[in-house]
């Protein structure tokens, strides 16, 4: 499937509490789904870790969603063994996974109790259904998103291969994150932002591009991509 070109690419939308957020974001979910699967066999879904999306989960998951037809990953993922419970695919395994959604299809970056090989990473990455419907991107109080961390971000915006190795400020400081080139790999993206401290971030990042500094910024300094920015004011998250 190749994909659309975007009639505008920031869209910023303001809601008053997560919850309502919450109920927009599934809509633009289902909507997104099956829209793709009117002219495809496989839609896909890439969701951060973090706890962005814990409540998300819990709700998506009782959607009745043709999930056998539906691949899920993630943004990135912590190089933790997959029950850890720091893993960001634990969480989706439990969270997601579950009820009317067990039937998706789960692409790990981590499936053994080892750090596992870019290439081998790489290699379960291809069998998801590029480009994604939907790129959930949480965003940290540094204006971080998926594993692109201030003082990383050249390396990574020139990367051609799908993932690669990051090193965190905190623990656990191993990651592995997709690229920029494969997170602006979608139809849309959904940026979240939920609290007073990250919106302020993001303002500042909509003007200074500089993504080394301010690793967010690199969705509003591109035109490929639809960003929706769902913007939470109360930071009730």
Not at 131 to 145: C, F, I, K, R, Y
């Amino acid at each position: 499937m190749s994909k659309s070109l975007p009639k505008q690419s920031l869209i910023e939308r303001y809601y008053q509490t997560t919850q309502d957020a919450e109920e927009a974001l599934l809509q633009t979910i289902c909507d997104a789904v099956l829209h793709r699967l009117q002219t495809e066999s496989r839609a896909g879904l890439i969701f951060p870790g973090g706890r962005s999306p814990r409540r998300l989960f819990t709700r998506l998951c009782q959607l009745n969603l043709p999930w056998s037809k539906i691949w899920v990953t993630l943004s990135d993922e912590r190089l933790v063994a997959p029950d850890d419970l720091q893993s960001n695919g634990k969480q989706v395994r439990e969270l997601l996974l579950q009820e009317k959604a067990a039937s998706a299809h789960f692409v790990p970056f981590v499936s053994k109790p080892f750090v596992e090989a870019i290439d081998q990473v790489e290699k379960r990455l291809v069998e998801f259904p590029w480009p994604a419907d939907v790129v959930m991107l949480g965003m940290g109080d540094d204006a971080h998103t998926a594993s692109l961390f201030p003082g990383q971000f050249p390396e990574m915006s020139t990367a051609s291969n799908l993932v690669m190795e990051a090193t965190a400020p905190s623990e656990p400081r191993n990651r592995i994150s997709l690229t920029p080139k494969f997170l602006l790999n979608a139809e849309r993206i959904i940026l979240w932002v939920n609290t007073p401290t990250k919106l302020a971030r993001y303002q500042e990042a909509k003007t200074n591009s500089n993504a080394d500094k301010l690793p967010i910024s690199f969705l509003f300094d591109q035109s490929e991509t639809i960003v929706e920015a769902y913007l939470i004011s109360s930071g009730n998250s």
